[in-house]
């Protein structure tokens, strides 16, 4: 798990962010491990992190030149930081108000990831039995295990997750259109029956959403193409 800089500021947020999702979650929650909300809750720390570490550093230089941070070293200066100024119940409230657009990015980043995971979970509990069936036939569980991050954030707070299911099966899922990699996918399938060289193949499986056309992709199946 990646350290979390400054942590204490964003315990309340994600614990909020969570509870949020479990809400969403209620009618799908037999499909959902405890696992998930752990791996949700480590994915938003880190866009958090992003968000709000330099405002966090400036500010904590500011109670270094006002002679407000105890310690003999910058680590036991940083820890005094957290533990004693981080955890006073107005210092959250103060630092929004002095950096709103801070506050307004925080908030539209929570929304947009549980509203994604939110998503992507809908997705698969509609089409469970067909996925599973082309993706991974053989397995008889078929709920979500974990969460892990595939690529960078882009629209929305939208990117390439690896799903995994408590079966042993991983599903990469891209919330757009994989045609390019179908495509690409056939190029090699041909290509290694002409030549005879190893390939790796993998099944793809099509949702229609109104925002695009979403596609899972079994993650963990290798075939050798002679």
Not at 4 to 12: A, L, R, W
Not at 16 to 42: G, I, P, Q, T
Not at 114 to 131: A, G, H, Q
Not at 171 to 190: D, T
Request: net charge positive; aromatic share 12%; proline share 3%.
């Amino acid at each position: 798990m990646e350290e979390i800089v400054f942590k204490e500021f964003y315990e309340d947020i994600l614990k909020d962010a969570v509870r949020a999702l479990e809400k969403r979650m209620a009618d799908w929650s037999v499909y959902v491990e405890d696992s998930v909300y752990s791996d949700f809750s480590e994915y938003l720390a880190g866009r958090l992190q992003s968000i709000g570490i330099r405002t966090l550093i400036a500010v904590m230089h500011g109670y270094k030149q006002n002679g407000m941070l105890e310690g003999g070293s910058p680590e036991a200066e940083y820890t005094f930081f957290c533990r004693k100024i981080i955890k006073n119940e107005n210092f959250q409230k103060k630092v929004f108000q002095q950096f709103p657009v801070l506050r307004c990015k925080i908030r539209e980043t929570v929304e947009n990831a549980v509203s994604y995971y939110t998503e992507v979970i809908e997705w698969f509990v509609k089409d469970r039995e067909d996925i599973c069936g082309k993706l991974c036939p053989k397995a008889e569980k078929k709920n979500f295990r974990n969460f892990r991050k595939f690529s960078d954030v882009h629209h929305r707070g939208k990117q390439v997750l690896k799903v995994g299911l408590n079966n042993g099966c991983d599903i990469l899922f891209k919330p757009h259109s994989m045609e390019n990699e179908q495509v690409c996918s056939r190029m090699l399938q041909w290509l290694g029956e002409k030549t005879g060289i190893w390939q790796m193949t993998y099944p793809f499986y099509p949702i229609q959403s109104i925002a695009g056309v979403p596609l899972w992709r079994l993650s963990n199946v290798k075939q050798r193409i002679n």
